[in-house]
């Protein structure tokens, strides 16, 4: 197969505009392997193209978010894709397979880019006078490179277990011969390679502002804290039961000592967490480089988030993905940090919104609100009849509405000048690794919450305060059992990531599906004179084990005899 039928792009592709703060992208009309190795723009333009197949998740499922797959949202319109996951309907032959396309796709580039485009010294331009800043930022395109390689890897084995695996260019022929390499060889590849860049890829983007070779939107591309943080995810991924069955104290540890090597990377004089908890989804979340370590940086404007997730009822709102009363559970109440079902927390029936965690009302729109979107004048009316409930078309069949990732102030109305803006994707924000680190210290250290190995200095009960500190939260409790203090745990992960696609993954990876995933909850609210009335309803929903990992598509294992599906498939 020729070189240009290979690279999936570039060969038509993108470059990195230096004009722009935002991540612009430009059209190259170009094609073959000499074309590339013309100048530092076009051999870019290859690395610009893997970039853009970093995933998001806006809406992929026709508007339905990942999470509608699980128990923090419900999708307003039942006939959705997204209901495959849990209706029965999926299958190797609807195997949800658009990762498995994209990574490899992706990782196809990175071989190629490696094993062609590094160690060129671009002789005729040497003297141009940026020469050697482009050649800086040339040499720097391979750890990147290597790094996108290594985190398409982990979303392949984190989806799929085994995957096969090449770190060179394929001929088709040699491609469909792949066996499947072990989940727990892949993981260590990841690590291996991340270890092996860290401290060659460049440190700090925004330190090298005024290098012309670097301008400021190169901010959007891995640095050295990205690698650290796709190490450190892996090695929790790694050592969780999904793929550590028993219980291998040693990745558990290598866990802890990844998520500590990047927390170890800042300040600890600093307050590194955002103040404004909303804002990491603003339409400027790019520009905070305190705690988002890498995104998916946008290169348009658009208003799908908030076409498909404002209230139905509301112009151009489709309704779309609506947290359950599974989720709005998990948000405690912030005087007292207890549940809202708990003796003593402060929960009020007639009043069930007052008083809970701060980061409910950053994340969802309830009944009565006012202000959302903020163009809005009237009370979002989300019981049964009102103006934005069922059974309109698209009215919540949960009680509420999502506010993470829509950015408020677009106006979908006719006569309104706001109505796109941009949005990127959070990959890597620190929020995730002290969390991350609280639970593999938790594991290390025999399931005690409290313990503080020397070797660390600090507990898993210390850690997990650091997201619950910013929203102005309670401590856990000083003493609780191993089992309670797990299921706080658990809570504080689904309340603090909404939305931000781990929950998906995150019950697989500790194999507790059963208890999350076979049901959600919703709230079906009625108007009673002045007041409202509240009955909660659950919705069963279907798993299988073999769900917790995909099917490996049929259209692949037809490819390849030597691929062996997944069990249960």
């Not at 002045?530 to 919705?539: A, H, I, L, P």
Request: net charge negative.
């Amino acid at each position: 197969m020729k070189l240009n039928k290979l690279i999936y792009g570039i060969l038509g592709i993108f470059a990195f505009s230096s004009c722009a703060d935002q991540m612009e992208y430009h059209e190259y009309k170009s094609d073959g392997e000499e074309f590339v190795k013309l100048n530092f723009g076009n051999v870019g333009g290859l690395v610009t193209t893997i970039y853009l197949d970093l995933d998001t998740d806006f809406g992929n499922y026709s508007g339905a978010l990942l999470a509608s797959a699980t128990d923090e949202s419900e999708y307003a319109y039942s006939s959705n894709e997204i209901a495959d996951f849990y209706n029965g309907s999926w299958s190797a032959t609807n195997a949800k397979s658009s990762m498995w396309t994209t990574c490899y796709r992706a990782i196809a580039n990175c071989n190629i880019y490696l094993d062609k485009f590094t160690g060129l010294t671009f002789p005729e331009l040497k003297l141009n006078d940026d020469y050697g800043k482009q050649m800086n930022r040339y040499n720097n395109y391979q750890y990147e490179v290597r790094f996108l390689r290594a985190y398409f890897y982990f979303n392949l084995v984190r989806q799929y277990g085994a995957v096969p695996f090449s770190d060179h260019m394929l001929e088709a022929e040699e491609s469909n011969t792949l066996t499947r390499k072990p989940a727990k060889e892949i993981f260590d590849y990841i690590i291996s390679e991340c270890d092996d860049i860290k401290n060659l890829i460049v440190e700090d983007y925004s330190a090298l502002q005024g290098n012309d070779a670097f301008p400021s939107e190169e901010r959007g591309r891995a640095n050295k804290r990205a690698v650290l943080a796709l190490k450190a995810r892996a090695a929790l991924y790694a050592a969780s039961p999904l793929f550590n069955p028993t219980n291998d104290k040693t990745l558990w540890k290598r866990a802890v000592e990844a998520n500590k090597e990047l927390i170890d990377d800042y300040d600890p004089s600093a307050v590194n967490l955002v103040d404004n908890y909303s804002s990491l989804w603003g339409v400027d979340n790019y520009k905070d480089t305190r705690e988002i370590i890498f995104s998916r940086r946008a290169n348009k404007e658009t208003s799908t988030m908030e076409s498909y997730n404002f209230p139905a009822g509301l112009s151009g709102s489709k309704g779309g993905n609506c947290p359950t009363q599974t989720l709005v559970d998990a948000y405690e109440m912030k005087e007292t940090g207890l549940a809202w079902n708990e003796q003593g927390s402060g929960y009020l029936e007639s009043d069930p919104y007052e008083g809970r965690d701060p980061r409910f009302a950053m994340t969802i729109a309830r009944n009565g609100e006012t202000g959302w979107p903020i163009w809005n004048t009237e009370a979002l009316e989300t019981y049964q009849n009102g103006a934005n409930g069922e059974p309109n078309t698209g009215g919540t069949p949960t009680g509420y509405y999502l506010k993470k990732y829509c950015q408020g102030d677009i106006d979908l109305r006719d006569n309104s000048t706001k109505k796109v803006a941009y949005h990127t994707w959070i990959t890597f924000r620190l929020g995730e690794f002290y969390l991350n680190y609280a639970e593999a210290l938790f594991r290390y250290l025999d399931n005690d919450p409290y313990k503080v190995d020397p070797e660390f200095g600090t507990s898993a009960n210390d850690m997990v305060y650091k997201t619950r500190k910013r929203a102005g939260m309670p401590a856990f409790p000083a003493e609780m059992s191993a089992d309670a203090w797990w299921k706080k745990y658990k809570n504080e992960r689904m309340v603090e990531l909404a939305f931000e696609g781990h929950r998906f993954w995150d019950v697989r990876r500790w194999k507790e599906a059963d208890k999350h995933f076979t049901s959600i909850d919703e709230m079906k609210i009625t108007k009673n004179g002045s007041g409202f009335g509240y009955t909660r309803n659950t919705v069963n929903r279907q798993w299988d084990d073999k769900m917790y990992l995909f099917p490996i598509p049929r259209t692949e294992i037809m490819k390849n005899p030597n691929l062996e599906q997944n069990p249960g498939w």
